[in-house]
């Protein structure tokens, strides 16, 4: 049964009204909370019992399968192992995430490890976004791993989101990418108070004319920390890019370590990376429109991480 906070969980973490059309599989509090599946995507408990095969048939084309995960038990540190094959020729959207309500004194987690086998000409979008709410003290802990193979000429992009309420969390991303194939990945984080997050990325790009982007956006306020790092590996004639941008409000600490390592002489790798605070004249120019400075600086972040 779907009560009112699992519907508001819903709706941040999977911008869902109630239960999805389409394959999903929601889980809540370690246990199976509702699945379906379409003639196309199959879905089915692993044989562990500790998480989910999806198996998505080739040529598959504009449909989803939505996975959320609810945690509202106090104490509770949940962990799911998921795997995923993206058949020959598929065109699919996955979307994700996990939202923690902690309404006692006992910390909550979710650790969510997830493996991707994205087959030759595949094409894959994969939305998470992660949140914590509730009055409770608990500590509020999500711990994602995010494991990709991709054959020649598949596309994946990961869209990561992390905006509030999360006490710790430590993202591990790891892709093998093969040849002509393109992976993206969009990681935006806002941590405030004491919040910390880490982020380990380790990607390899293994096939000729592979292709990789990562992008960070980042803002932290009160005293948060955050620590952004990437090993970018090529071993092949190949193209890479990092960028990397933090925004740091009051006492925030951000570490940012974008690493390159090229093991082929045709291979090109590029990174950018800055740390700053919101400039003057940005902040000036929208409040001479009539902003308040609080929400001028509103506008500023959403623009950012957008």
């Known amino acids: 049964m779907i009560d009112a906070t699992d519907k508001k969980i819903l709706k941040e973490v999977a911008d869902l ?7 999903y599989n929601i889980r809540k509090n370690g246990k199976l909370l509702g699945r379906e599946v379409s003639a196309n995507i199959k879905i089915e408990t692993n044989e562990k019992g500790d998480g989910i ?8 084309k504009n449909e989803s399968v939505h996975i959320p995960v ?4 106090a104490g509770l540190h949940d ?59 608990g500590r509020r802990i999500l711990n994602p791993t995010t494991k990709i193979f991709m054959e020649e000429n598949a596309q994946a992009e990961m869209v990561l989101t992390q905006l509030g309420g999360v006490d710790e969390a430590k993202r591990y991303n790891e892709a093998e990418i093969g040849a002509r194939s393109v992976l993206l990945i969009t990681e935006r984080v806002m941590t405030e108070g004491s919040q910390m ?7 390899s ?11 960070s956006r980042s803002v932290l306020k009160g005293d948060s920390k955050q620590d952004f790092y990437v090993n970018l590996t090529a071993r092949a004639k190949c193209y890479g890019h990092i960028e990397c941008d933090a925004i740091i409000m009051d006492n925030g600490n951000n570490q940012t370590i974008p690493a390159l390592r090229a093991l082929h002489p045709d291979a090109e790798l590029t990174h950018e990376a800055s740390i700053g ?17 609080d929400e001028a600086v509103n506008r500023i972040i959403q623009g950012f991480l957008n």
């Open 277 to 293: 605070k919101i400039a003057n004249d940005q902040l000036m120019k929208l409040m001479s429109l009539g902003l308040t400075y």
């Open 79 to 137: 962990t799911v192992y998921n795997t995923f094959i993206i058949g020959e020729g598929a065109d699919v959207t996955i979307i994700a995430g996990c939202g923690i309500h902690c309404g006692g004194k006992e910390s909550e987690g979710h650790s969510g490890i997830h493996e991707f086998q994205i087959k030759a000409g595949a094409k894959v979008k994969y939305v998470e976004k992660h949140i914590a709410i509730g009055e409770g003290s």
């Open 205 to 215: 790009l293994t096939g000729n004319g592979s292709k990789s982007n990562i992008v």
């Open 17 to 23: 009204e109630g239960l999805p059309k389409g394959a």
């Open 70 to 73: 609810i945690l509202s038990q």
């Open 197 to 203: 997050t880490e982020s380990k990325n380790e990607i």
């Open 53 to 60: 095969f999806i198996d998505i048939k080739p040529d598959t």
